[in-house]
């Protein structure tokens, strides 16, 4: 309800405006918070932070840096770069594991970032295509530059499945790294290959369904009145959604090979080398007798 006062307080038109939502999605943050802690424990309570930390950046930080006129791409890869850390280290701490997938996970954010530029430039495209863009400039933003806020867009929204990918590859080459004594790097490479092919295969199939879910009506629209798939795919908002699509699954394809190599050279201890009493010890004595 919207309450008009006059100049004592007193109530002097009221006019209804929308449902109240506010306590529904309390109460659902309040459920998701405690199934994540309930199944997670003390990993579900670091998740927990991370996910409010996540929100409060994006809030405090990135949105109006964005709106200060910083140059999105530098701000969006900082705010990934802080958001990687904080999120992968509170669930692994800071732990060979936890610098594996850190790194694994910046290399993939940051090939998606370079792809973005490029075939953002190559197709045309161009920020509106974002919701409420036009809007945003009409507000008072015009110096905006909106098509390096959707550069960043695109690579900001695919981080989360890649930290996820890498925090994969990382956490199963440790395992294996733990387990086998006198693993080689060869090995440990070839293992973390090995995941990164299972985990890929379905991980970019979750990112597409993810994008599609956004502008499935879009197709619906698109369907309904028979326009071809040529000219479909050719408009720019359904390039727009593509571009975005194909380079996020980019990231992710590129993360498990980059983070199987670190982890190759970070996780696997190599045994320290002996000294020569030692070597002298283990030697046969001159004169010994083979048993045999």
Known sequence: MVLSLDGEGRVVYVHPQDHYRLGWELWLLALFALLLVFYGGFTGLRALLSFIFTALMIWKVLVPGLLKDYDPLWLALAVVAALTAAIIFLVAGPTRKGLTAFGGALLGVLTSCLLAVFFTRALHLHGAVMPFAETLLYAGFPHLDLVRIYIAAVFLAASGAVMDLAMDVAASMDEVAAQKRGLTWLE??????????????????????????????????????????????????????????????????????????LGSLVLVRQPAPRSEATRRSEAPAEGDDDLD
């Open 188 to 261: 440990a490479l070839r293992s973390g290959l090995v995941v990164g092919r299972a985990v890929v295969g379905t991980m970019t199939t979750t990112l597409l369904l993810a994008y599609s879910g956004g502008y499935v009506t879009l197709l619906m629209a698109f369907m309904a009145q028979g326009i071809p798939l040529a000219n479909m795919f050719n408009l720019i908002y359904v390039a727009a959604e593509v571009l975005k699509t194909l380079v996020g699954s980019f990231g992710l394809v590129t993360v498990a090979p980059f983070t199987a190599l």
